[in-house]
T-cell receptor
């Protein structure tokens, strides 16, 4: 079945550092790809998405590009802030029927001032 | 516009007890989902619904039942709770554009 693999966490960075969180996927079809963010004590929020190859999703300074040739959707931010501390989930949807999401295991990010 | 709400926020059960978690959405979404979140495992789909009166099994359905009698509500039931069902439960809903909206979660502990 479809699956998503994220880089192991936790990740700890200093404020203003460059962030990359790797995400790769396997899928039999042509999925849509997502990054969700979970702040402490809250539910998940959609951070960005991409629905076709070479699409770049972006939001709040975060970016990710849908790379079909490498089956990847890596999350990047040029200068992180303390407020970016959260758990980040990569996910895919097969875009069929019930639009079910398959999640990666999550990467906990901590930004130190 | 409250989005997706879940009740209760916290619950402690003894092994063998039953309970129902309620999810409500006010966005007129057709699709609704129940997930569980366990450390290091991301979110796993328990059951889902593609419309009022429909339900289907997800990845980890054993020990749970669901009902969708009204479009805006999706109930998750545990008939006989087990310690392995200690988890954080999230409900989500979705409309036409693949984006799922999540509730704040219910933290369940089974002792």
């Amino acid at each position: 079945g479809d699956s998503v693999t994220q880089m192991e966490g936790p990740v700890t960075l200093s404020e203003e550092a460059f962030l990359t969180i790797n995400c790769t996927y396997t899928a039999t079809g042509y999925p849509s790809l997502f990054w969700y963010v979970q702040y402490p004590g809250e539910g998940l929020q959609l951070l960005l998405k991409a629905t076709k190859a070479d699409d770049k999703g972006s939001n709040k300074g975060f970016e990710a590009t849908y790379r079909k040739e490498t089956t990847s959707f890596h999350l990047e931010k040029g200068s992180v802030q303390v407020s970016d501390s959260a758990v980040y989930f990569c996910a895919l949807s097969d875009r069929m029927g019930a639009q079910k999401l398959v999640f990666g295991q999550g990467t906990r990010l901590t930004i130190n001032p | 516009n409250a989005g997706v709400t879940q009740t209760p926020k916290f619950r402690v059960l003894k092994t063998g007890q039953s309970m129902t978690l309620l999810c409500a959405q006010d966005m007129n979404h057709e699709y609704m989902y129940w997930y569980r979140q366990d450390p290091g495992m991301g979110l796993r789909l328990i059951h889902y619904s593609v419309g009022e009166g429909t339900t289907a099994k997800g990845e980890v359905p054993d020990g749970y039942n669901v009902s969708r009698l009204k479009k805006q509500n999706f109930l998750l039931g545990l008939e006989s709770a087990a310690p392995s069902q200690t988890s954080v439960y999230f409900c989500a809903s979705a409309g036409s554009y693949y984006e799922q909206y999540f509730g704040p979660g219910t933290r369940l502990t089974v002792t």
